[in-house]
């Protein structure tokens, strides 16, 4: 099946830093989508993307869907300790708005 | 605010007895909701897709028997784990989407701890 990579696992940064995140896949996705995860709470949305080459922004997030469709980064801009979270990418891979989620990158953020 | 709902968000059992979980989804209604299951340190993996007015419809590997699925209204999907065993303890999460092929929205999750 359609599968999403994101690496490393976990990553550090310091306050105020900018961090990127990628997602790939050997697949082509029609959407991309970035979710944040709080420990002990569901994944929120950040971010939907609906077309190749699209650059899209959340506040200090920017994300963007590759124009090869088989990839997206999320970009986050002068970390502040609450971006502290697992960050996931995710795409439909069925009807009805089925998702495959990427295995997540934790971020760790220091004061 | 949130727009979908889940109760309870988190439950003790003891082995051998069931836990229903309850995903609302609220200020729409939800035909198709979905329910995922989080271990540990893990990405989230598809249990199955919870249809109104039909049966669900269970991943590979999912047991239909044990995890019991009923969406018996546009705004109500339950998720019943039935004669729990300390191998169930998990995160259960569950979605909903708004329109077709519009992003899902998470429950807040239910962190099921089996004794």
């Known amino acids: 099946g359609q599968q999403l990579n994101q690496s490393p696992q976990s990553m550090f940064i310091q306050e105020g830093e900018d961090v990127s995140m990628n997602c790939t896949s050997s697949s082509i996705f029609n959407t991309w989508l970035w979710y944040k995860q709080d420990p002990g709470e569901g994944p929120v949305l950040l971010i939907a993307l609906y077309k190749a080459g699209e650059l899209t922004s959340n506040g200090r997030l920017t994300a963007q869907f590759g124009i090869t469709r088989k990839d997206s980064f999320l970009n986050i801009s002068a970390s502040i300790p609450s971006d502290v979270g697992i960050y996931f990418c995710?795409?439909?891979?069925?009807?009805?708005?089925?998702?495959?989620f990427g295995k997540g990158i934790t971020l760790s953020v220091r004061p | 605010g949130a727009v979908v709902s889940q109760h309870p968000s988190w439950v003790i059992c003891k082995s051998g007895t069931s836990v229903k979980i309850e995903c609302r989804s609220l200020d729409f209604q939800a035909t198709t909701m979905f329910w995922y299951r989080q271990f540990p340190k893990q990405s989230l993996m598809l249990m199955a897709t919870s249809n109104e007015g039909s049966k669900a419809t269970y991943e590979q590997g999912v047991e239909k028997d044990k995890f019991l699925i009923n969406h018996a209204s546009l705004t109500l999907s339950t998720l019943t784990v039935t004669s729990a065993h300390p191998e169930d303890s998990s995160f259960y999460i569950c979605s909903a989407s708004k329109a077709d092929n519009s992003p899902l929205h998470f429950g807040n999750g239910t962190r099921l701890t089996v004794t």
């Open positions: 995710a795409g439909p891979t069925g009807a009805n708005s089925k998702l495959t």
